[in-house]
């Protein structure tokens, strides 16, 4: 057998390669390069190495909208979880009944981004919308668009409404794949219900509830759209999120490298804290049971 | 630990079934003794898992009752029953260690830590499982996950009964005896009521003192292994124990002989007097090992052809023909076999009967 030598194999990875290529390492590259320069006019840049970051690290605008974020994505996975896992395990398991709630469900995740906002911005409105002006009956003195504190629990409570039915989809598609035996291995053993959540469903969803966790803080560490259209960031800056405040700089102030700069420190923020909790909720389903640990 | 007693046990998933055939469980009356071993045989579907769900108390019976001691349980839950049940495949508490797996049963019923230490700890040294207590249940080798999951059925002291429901299905074939022989010599131990549902004859016979044999709903047989072998009461029975199964022979009566596929073959006196009582479609039925070749002409011996000789090291199986039928004969492996022609003796002591599938008299 003599077997011939030659490089025609790198034409197999090639479409790979360019697919990675155009999809990542291109764009990726072009914001690096943007964020070492400074671009005075499209003829004329000057290399400014780390400038931009150092400046950008020390804009105390971009640190507080950094903290709101935090807050606001932690508000989220805090509310959103453990309300899509209640949600799945009080629907129908199955029949048409379990059909319809799956689609009802489903509902918000199939309105655009945009119009969710819209319908929030009517919705609480005082004069016109039904929130708005149920609240005002109450007695309330509800008003998104001057009470930063109003405005900051209608932007949670409009993300709790899109995205929660996604939670309980994962989390109900978890429930149904845990074998009836568990079910009745558990009556046997005289399970109480709290155990049976605790020691089958909760470890059995696990898998998915990690996806629904990084899905979650991902997508609303990202959050635009909705506070956009909502609240336009304000009043004053209490609802502008990292996402608007980048669009600011680099849309309408034209700043293109601290922007690219300040999008790079976001990406690893968004890459470091889901490599945490990844790492976490993988740790905490492995790790700290080991020995005849406490049981409620 | 209990004996466990049917009393006109029936099960139809529909409403208000008209014949048997709407059963998935035929009414029956059975009795169970305490501390015996009994395994339920059956091919998929045959109502063995019914059965096992309506003493698990998953299930509640449309009619009879379930006794366990003499005390109705027809309607008591699950976990008031002193149930514990191996799954088909391991049904463990993933996050949990095997301690606590273990332990789980005892605790969920309050008994006090220092009991449940111990008893986990006698329970595990019979099961082997005393140096993987501390380890992660769901890291461990599937048999020992089988051995976990009836880990917690022992360490109850009230428990009724132990229920297998094809608990070596995921087993491998090397293990599979191991556990097989575990869990006789846990049988041994204990006295425990064991009931072991199967659809593989060789699990069925070597592990249970009694082996219930199922079909289409209706138990057709409760008896030792070897009853179930020499005399079948049903021609399922036959066919399902042995390998091959028995051989089947409609036959016609003639006077004072059966005719069997065109020749006559002469039969015991006292047998043809029971066929000539009998009514119903009627069959002679012969295990392949009480076949026996003879000379030209023997009483009870049919002319038949050689289709195949296989060698199966310690015997060989002859298969032949007469008169459209097979025949099936295990034969001594030092046995001379030409092709051709050759007497095969059907009709002797060891021959069985069938009216309608049942078997006739004796």
Same mark, same amino acid.
Request: with cysteine; charged share 15%.
């Given at each position: 057998?003599?077997?011939?030598?030659?490089?025609?194999?790198?034409?197999?990875?090639?479409?790979?390669?360019?697919?990675?290529?155009?999809?990542?390492?291109?764009?990726?590259?072009?914001?690096?390069?943007?964020?070492?320069?400074?671009?005075?006019?499209?003829?004329?840049?000057?290399?400014?190495?780390?400038?931009?970051?150092?400046?950008?690290?020390?804009?105390?605008?971009?640190?507080?909208?950094?903290?709101?974020?935090?807050?606001?994505?932690?508000?989220?996975?805090?509310? =959103? !979880?453990?309300?899509?896992?209640?949600? @799945?395990?009080?629907?129908?398991? *199955?029949?048409? &009944?379990?059909?319809?709630? $799956? /689609?009802?469900?489903?509902?918000?995740?199939?309105?655009?981004?945009?119009?969710?906002?819209?319908?929030?911005?009517?919705?609480?409105?005082?004069?016109?919308?039904?929130?708005?002006?149920?609240?005002?009956?109450?007695?309330?003195?509800?008003?998104?668009?001057?009470?930063?504190?109003?405005?900051?629990?209608?932007?949670?409570?409009?993300?709790?409404?899109?995205?929660?039915?996604?939670?309980?989809?994962?989390?109900?598609?978890?429930?149904?794949?845990?074998?009836?035996?568990?079910?009745?291995?558990? =009556? !046997?053993?005289?399970?109480?219900?709290? @155990?049976?959540?605790?020691?089958? *469903?909760?470890? &059995?969803?696990?898998?998915? $509830? /990690?996806?629904?966790?990084?899905?979650?803080?991902?997508?609303?560490?990202?959050?635009?759209?909705?506070?956009?259209?909502?609240?336009?960031?304000?009043?004053?800056?209490?609802?502008?999120?990292?996402?608007?405040?980048?669009?600011?700089?680099?849309?309408?102030?034209?700043?293109?490298?601290?922007?690219?700069?300040?999008?790079?420190?976001?990406?690893?923020?968004?890459?470091?804290?889901?490599?945490?909790?990844?790492?976490?909720?993988?740790?905490?389903?492995?790790?700290?049971?080991?020995?005849?640990?406490?049981?409620? | 630990?209990?004996?466990?007693?049917?009393?006109?046990?029936?099960?139809?998933?529909?409403?208000?079934?008209?014949?048997?055939?709407?059963?998935?469980?035929?009414?029956?009356?059975?009795?169970?003794?305490?501390?015996?071993?009994?395994?339920?045989?059956?091919?998929?579907?045959?109502?063995?898992?019914?059965?096992?769900?309506?003493?698990?108390?998953?299930?509640?019976?449309?009619?009879?009752?379930?006794?366990?001691?003499?005390?109705?349980?027809?309607?008591?839950?699950?976990?008031?029953?002193?149930?514990?049940?191996?799954?088909?495949?391991?049904?463990?508490?993933?996050?949990?260690?095997?301690?606590?797996?273990?332990?789980?049963?005892?605790?969920?019923?309050?008994?006090?830590?220092?009991?449940?230490?111990?008893?986990?700890?006698?329970?595990?040294?019979?099961?082997?499982?005393?140096?993987?207590?501390?380890?992660?249940?769901?890291?461990?080798?599937?048999?020992?996950?089988?051995?976990?999951?009836?880990?917690?059925?022992?360490?109850?002291?009230?428990?009724?009964?132990?229920?297998?429901?094809?608990?070596?299905?995921?087993?491998?074939?090397?293990?599979?005896?191991?556990?097989?022989?575990?869990?006789?010599?846990?049988?041994?131990?204990?006295?425990?009521?064991?009931?072991?549902?199967?659809?593989?004859?060789?699990?069925?016979?070597?592990?249970?003192?009694?082996?219930?044999?199922?079909?289409?709903?209706?138990?057709?047989?409760?008896?030792?292994?070897?009853?179930?072998?020499?005399?079948?009461?049903?021609?399922?029975?036959?066919?399902?124990?042995?390998?091959?199964?028995?051989?089947?022979?409609?036959?016609?009566?003639?006077?004072?002989?059966?005719?069997?596929?065109?020749?006559?073959?002469?039969?015991?006196?006292?047998?043809?007097?029971?066929?000539?009582?009998?009514?119903?479609?009627?069959?002679?039925?012969?295990?392949?090992?009480?076949?026996?070749?003879?000379?030209?002409?023997?009483?009870?011996?049919?002319?038949?052809?050689?289709?195949?000789?296989?060698?199966?090291?310690?015997?060989?199986?002859?298969?032949?023909?007469?008169?459209?039928?097979?025949?099936?004969?295990?034969?001594?492996?030092?046995?001379?076999?030409?092709?051709?022609?050759?007497?095969?003796?059907?009709?002797?002591?060891?021959?069985?009967?069938?009216?309608?599938?049942?078997?006739?008299?004796?």
């Amino acid at each position: 057998m003599n077997k011939p030598y030659n490089n025609k194999a790198w034409f197999f990875i090639l479409p790979v390669f360019l697919t990675v290529a155009f999809s990542a390492i291109i764009p990726l590259m072009t914001v690096v390069n943007y964020s070492v320069q400074d671009i005075i006019s499209p003829e004329q840049s000057v290399f400014v190495g780390l400038e931009w970051f150092r400046a950008v690290m020390r804009d105390s605008e971009l640190h507080s909208a950094l903290l709101r974020q935090l807050i606001f994505s932690f508000c989220v996975l805090l509310v =959103q !979880i453990p309300l899509g896992i209640g949600l @799945a395990l009080s629907m129908p398991a *199955q029949g048409w &009944k379990s059909s319809a709630a $799956l /689609v009802i469900l489903a509902m918000p995740l199939l309105i655009p981004w945009n119009v969710v906002g819209t319908i929030w911005q009517i919705f609480g409105r005082a004069d016109i919308g039904l929130g708005g002006y149920v609240l005002s009956r109450l007695g309330m003195d509800y008003n998104y668009a001057s009470n930063s504190l109003d405005a900051w629990i209608t932007v949670l409570v409009m993300d709790v409404w899109h995205w929660t039915p996604l939670v309980a989809l994962l989390a109900f598609a978890g429930l149904r794949s845990i074998p009836d035996a568990y079910y009745q291995a558990a =009556q !046997i053993d005289g399970a109480s219900r709290w @155990a049976v959540f605790r020691f089958i *469903q909760l470890p &059995k969803m696990r898998g998915v $509830l /990690v996806i629904a966790v990084l899905l979650r803080f991902m997508d609303s560490f990202m959050i635009y759209t909705e506070p956009f259209v909502l609240t336009g960031g304000g009043p004053g800056n209490s609802t502008t999120f990292l996402s608007q405040y980048l669009t600011q700089k680099a849309v309408g102030q034209f700043d293109l490298g601290p922007a690219a700069a300040f999008s790079l420190i976001y990406f690893l923020i968004i890459l470091l804290l889901s490599f945490i909790l990844y790492n976490w909720m993988q740790s905490a389903g492995n790790g700290n049971q080991a020995t005849g640990a406490p049981h409620e | 630990m209990a004996r466990i007693e049917f009393r006109n046990l029936g099960h139809a998933y529909g409403p208000n079934p008209a014949s048997l055939q709407d059963y998935a469980l035929q009414p029956m009356n059975m009795v169970w003794e305490d501390g015996g071993a009994y395994a339920l045989l059956g091919p998929s579907g045959c109502g063995k898992s019914t059965l096992l769900n309506i003493i698990s108390g998953l299930l509640v019976p449309s009619e009879g009752q379930v006794l366990f001691d003499g005390r109705d349980m027809t309607q008591m839950p699950t976990r008031e029953r002193n149930i514990a049940q191996v799954f088909q495949f391991p049904v463990l508490y993933d996050t949990m260690s095997v301690f606590d797996n273990l332990a789980f049963p005892l605790r969920n019923r309050k008994v006090a830590e220092s009991e449940v230490r111990a008893r986990v700890h006698e329970i595990a040294e019979i099961l082997e499982l005393t140096r993987d207590l501390k380890q992660r249940a769901s890291g461990l080798s599937a048999d020992a996950k089988q051995k976990i999951s009836l880990g917690r059925g022992l360490v109850r002291k009230d428990v009724a009964a132990i229920l297998f429901d094809e608990p070596l299905t995921v087993i491998d074939p090397h293990m599979k005896w191991q556990l097989r022989q575990k869990l006789k010599q846990i049988h041994h131990q204990l006295k425990l009521t064991l009931i072991y549902v199967t659809h593989d004859q060789v699990e069925a016979l070597t592990f249970a003192d009694e082996v219930v044999v199922m079909t289409n709903g209706k138990v057709v047989q409760q008896g030792k292994p070897e009853a179930l072998f020499v005399r079948p009461d049903h021609t399922f029975v036959g066919y399902f124990i042995g390998s091959p199964g028995m051989n089947f022979y409609p036959l016609q009566i003639d006077g004072d002989a059966v005719v069997i596929g065109q020749q006559r073959v002469d039969v015991d006196a006292a047998q043809l007097q029971a066929l000539k009582h009998a009514n119903g479609e009627l069959k002679l039925g012969i295990r392949p090992e009480f076949v026996e070749l003879t000379t030209a002409g023997a009483p009870g011996a049919v002319s038949a052809n050689v289709v195949q000789v296989q060698h199966l090291g310690t015997s060989q199986l002859l298969t032949a023909e007469f008169g459209g039928q097979i025949v099936k004969a295990r034969l001594d492996a030092s046995t001379r076999l030409d092709g051709g022609q050759q007497w095969l003796r059907l009709a002797k002591a060891e021959t069985i009967f069938f009216s309608n599938d049942e078997r006739i008299g004796r």
